[in-house]
């Protein structure tokens, strides 16, 4: 299983010793509509104060279910996202057929490589990431 979405919240983050229980809560609601919509299983979990849920049934970035992700009470915005093992050449070419994917799909004229790392284990930096992919 390697698609899922990225959830972000606001105000929330605000809430001091409570926070992990809001967390919690917050990423629950979402895991519970996606199931019900897609009767797939989907798999919630909590990172560096961010919130995952995974699941093969949100690789559809058009999916009615990822819609109903944003009406939670809490979620300010949502990201797909993939899933890559922390090795650079893996995540290039993760990235290349992303973008492959899109360009299929549809055909823009421009395009922008711009990574975040969360976990800082390789040696490149988020900058280099963008180079080496955008010069592909």
Do not use: C
């Not at 990201?79 to 090795?87: G, H, I, L, N, Y």
Request: overall charge positive; hydrophobic content about 35%.
């Amino acid at each position: 299983m390697n698609r899922g979405v990225l959830i972000r919240y606001d105000e929330i983050a605000l809430k001091g010793t409570n926070r992990g229980w809001f967390e919690k809560v917050l990423t629950q609601k979402p895991k519970v509509i996606v199931e019900r919509e897609t009767a797939k299983p989907v798999r919630a979990d909590r990172f560096r104060g961010r919130l995952y849920l995974k699941s093969e049934a949100l690789s559809d970035p058009d999916s009615p279910a990822l819609r109903s992700i944003s009406k939670v009470f809490g979620v300010s915005s949502y990201s797909p996202v993939r899933f890559v093992e922390t090795d650079a050449s893996r995540i290039i070419h993760a990235a290349m057929e992303e973008f492959a994917q899109t360009y299929e799909a549809h055909r823009p004229k421009t395009f922008r490589v711009r990574t975040r790392r969360s976990d800082k284990v390789l040696e490149k930096s988020s900058l280099e990431f963008d180079r080496e992919i955008g010069e592909l």
